[in-house]
C-alpha cells in the first residue's frame, strides 16, 4: 500500500511554469517508478513521463519532451514535475503513479491536480 497526494496544480498562462509534487506516504513495498499522467476532458489518460526510483532514469511523452522535467526526491519520497512553456492542451488533470518493484503495471494512483492553461 501507499498514499499518493499530488500537489502544485493551478491556473496559468501560456508559456508560464508548474511545478508539480507527488508525495508518497504509508508505503509498505519499495517502488520500481512512479510516473505522471494527465487525463483532458472527453480524453483518455496519456502518459506524461516516468522515473526509474533506483537510477533516477526518465522517460517521456514525445509532447513534453525539451519542456516537461521529472525527478525524484528518494528521502522525501516524493517525485516532482517541472512544467515549462505551458500550452493551452496540456490543461488536464495530472495523475501521479507508482509502480511497485516487481510490477508490470501502475497500480497506485493519487486523487490527482488540475492543471489549467489559458491562452
Known amino acids: 500500500q501507499v498514499q499518493l497526494e499530488e500537489s502544485g496544480g493551478g491556473l496559468v498562462q501560456a508559456g508560464d511554469s508548474l511545478r508539480l509534487a507527488c508525495a508518497a506516504s504509508?508505503?509498505?513495498?519499495?517502488?520500481?517508478?512512479m510516473g505522471w499522467f494527465r487525463q483532458a476532458p472527453g480524453k483518455e489518460r496519456e502518459f506524461v513521463a516516468a522515473?526509474?526510483?533506483?537510477?533516477?532514469?526518465?522517460s517521456y511523452a514525445d509532447f513534453v519532451k525539451g519542456r516537461f522535467t521529472i525527478s525524484r526526491d528518494k528521502a522525501k519520497d516524493t517525485v516532482y514535475l517541472q512544467m515549462n512553456s505551458l500550452k493551452v492542451e496540456d490543461s488536464a488533470v495530472y495523475y501521479c503513479a507508482d509502480r511497485a518493484e516487481g510490477a508490470y503495471e501502475y497500480d497506485y494512483w493519487g486523487q490527482g491536480t488540475q492543471v489549467t492553461v489559458s491562452s
Open positions: 522515473i526509474s526510483w533506483g537510477d533516477g532514469s526518465a
Open positions: 504509508a508505503r509498505t513495498f519499495s517502488s520500481y517508478a
